[in-house]
């Protein structure tokens, strides 16, 4: 393999899930709820790498950088799962 090849690759594979989406979560009290929260992040089939904490209050996770979920998207699901996103931001 030629390493200019290896170079395209390694750009394309690292543009495809290139934002990363941190959610601070009201309501969270125990596992059940970063269960669910995970369950109706996962049912957007938009967001990848999915970590729920409820120490934190915060759910983090990735989205495809050409199928960003809105903030409306990621509010909804979060309230599906009974709780409310308060804040979003995205690196
Ligand atoms: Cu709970």
Known sequence: MK?????VGLAMSLSVFAAKVEVDVSGMTCGMCVEAITRELKATQRAENITVSLEEKKARFSEPKDRK??????????KKAGYEAVKIRRN
């Open 69 to 78: 979920l809105t903030d409306a998207e990621i509010k909804t699901a979060i």
């Open 3 to 7: 390493m200019s090849s290896f170079f």
